[in-house]
């Protein structure tokens, strides 16, 4: 493709071309008249000189007019121009005029017309996004001002695009990491937009969903529901979704809103997902939290009540009736002191940042204590309580609390386990912890329950456990305690033939 410049300058040679050969026909045409008329002027100045000259030399008059024609004739022969050298004197005028006037014109059009094709270049790159490029200012072109203004333009959308460059990768950055789910879709139904927490928490990949329609993708029926009510209302809604996957519910609260552009045009809809599962699982554990609680102080309660109630009725007249009523409501009230104590014990265990006093604890110690304060449960079942140790093993614990944990597990051992039955106790310890290992021959625990064993009020078999005095909240109050000593507590069971708790304390550093 010819440059600005080169069709400028072939147009600029073009019109002088022509102008030069008018002006030389014009020239071929007058030029010859002129020339001749010179020429018989000065032809008549020698012929008036020469007859001046032969009327002094005596001859005749026929003499004299026969030499002035002969003289005549000479000289027009040798003042009169030929054609042909009139036209070449014609041409190389013309020719040299030619270059001369190319010559002027090369320079002036290098001067005017390069910078302005320069200038058109420029902007022809900034109108593809190319910001980069920046016209060369020559204060002798004339154009200082113009390509001053074109780098000043370009300096500002090169400024603009960077910005814009730097609002995209935020924007990209942000949406590909925030914690929820993401998806964007346009009146068509085709996804535009999708972050990686909606393909990772629906697990699909890039590749299946751009571009792509939100219905072939195979997303879960209640999501397509939703987005379908989107887009039938197209106003903002928000609802609570529940996924099913594999054996699992996940839980989804999904917000769904319009996108609104210019000029009030709807362009799509933009979906957020956060997952809520541990959030509906925690709303539900409150909820069964609060049931317990009405229901476990509600036994004793309606007991002490209902006892202390026949007694004002006139049972206390009767002492053999008043003593059992009396002994019912001492037990049911230690039942209910029991409950409160164990309430305000796990509260104040879960709360955040609750500290242990570590020190350098004997596990031999822990257990010698355990094993004297639940003799009399071991005397009265007939059971075997066997302690295992090849030496004394220190951890960093707090010695009362360490003694709460292993008197829970073991009073779980020995209530869960029949009579004549042996309950196991091993102190080892590796690396980096410590270990008490509490083995019984009980009914055991099922599989799919063994989860469940450390939530509150939690009861494997419920009539044993209230029976015994429990109140189901020992294996919760456990779980926090031994977290607070940044250990590990284990299970491991299997029906009809027992339990083995297994708990980890980290060793005194030495």
């Known amino acids: 493709m010819k440059s600005f410049h080169s069709k400028l300058f072939r147009t600029y040679s073009i019109m002088i071309g022509l102008i030069l050969a008018c002006l030389g026909l014009v020239l071929g045409q007058l030029f010859p008249i002129y020339a001749k008329n010179a020429s018989e002027k000065v032809i008549n100045i020698k012929l008036e000189e020469l007859s001046k000259d032969l009327a002094t030399t005596g001859l005749t008059g026929d003499e004299q007019r026969d030499i002035s024609e002969t003289i005549a004739t000479s000289f027009y022969q040798a003042e009169m121009l030929e054609p042909h050298s009139l036209w070449i004197f014609l041409f190389i005028i013309l020719a040299v005029t030619f270059l001369i006037a190319l010559f002027l014109g090369s320079s002036i059009f290098k001067k005017y017309a390069q910078p302005i094709e320069h200038l058109t270049e420029t902007a022809m790159e900034l109108a593809r996004g190319n910001y980069r490029i920046r016209a060369f200012e020559d204060e002798f072109s004339g154009m200082s001002k113009l390509s001053n203004s074109i780098n000043i ?14 609002e995209k990768e935020r924007l990209k950055t942000l949406i590909e990491n925030m914690g929820s789910a993401l998806i964007m879709i346009d009146r068509n139904g085709y996804i535009t937009i999708v972050n990686r927490s909606f393909l990772k928490q629906l697990d699909i990949s890039f590749k299946d ?51 609104i552009g210019e000029h009030g045009k709807w362009l799509g809809i933009v979906i957020v997902m956060h997952e809520v599962t541990e959030l509906v699982k925690l709303e539900q554990v409150r909820k069964d939290f609060v049931a317990n609680v009405s229901h476990e102080l509600k036994t004793p309660v309606t007991s002490i009540k209902g006892f ?35 309430l305000l014990d796990l509260s104040k265990v ?8 570590l020190q350098k604890v004997n596990l031999l110690d822990v257990v010698a204590r355990s094993k004297e304060m639940t003799s009399h449960i071991v005397e009265e079942k007939n059971m075997r309580l066997e302690i295992i140790s090849e030496e004394p093993v220190f951890v960093l614990g707090d010695l009362n609390r360490l003694i709460q944990i292993t008197m829970n597990l073991l009073m779980n051992a020995l209530t869960y386990s ?14 980096k912890c410590g270990v008490i290992r509490i083995q019984d021959e009980g009914i055991g625990i099922a599989k799919e329950e063994i989860n469940r064993v450390f939530e509150r009020f939690y009861r494997v078999d419920r009539a044993r456990s209230r029976n015994s005095g429990g109140t189901g909240l020992g294996l919760a109050i456990v779980k926090h305690l031994v977290e607070a000593h940044h250990g590990l507590l284990e299970v491991d069971s299997e029906v009809g033939k027992g339990t083995v708790f297994t708990v980890s304390i980290p060793l005194v550093k030495r």
């Open 153 to 166: 333009l370009a300096r500002s959308l090169h400024d603009i695009s960077v910005m814009r460059e730097t």
């Open 209 to 259: 969903v751009d571009g792509k329609l939100f219905n072939k993708i195979g997303l879960p029926k209640k999501i397509e529901d939703f987005i379908d009510q989107l887009f039938l209302t197209e106003a903002s809604s928000r609802e609570q979704i529940s996924i099913k996957k594999n054996i699992h519910t996940y839980y989804m609260d999904a917000y769904g809103a319009p996108v």
């Open 308 to 342: 202390s109630e026949t007694l004002l009725y006139g049972a206390y007249k009767n002492e053999e009736t008043l003593l059992s009523f009396l002994e019912i409501i001492h037990k049911e009230s230690n039942r209910l002191q029991m409950l409160i104590n164990d």
């Open 350 to 357: 879960e709360q955040v940042g609750y500290e242990v006093d």
């Open 418 to 431: 029949p009579e004549d039955k042996t309950v196991t106790i091993t102190i080892s310890q590796t690396k």
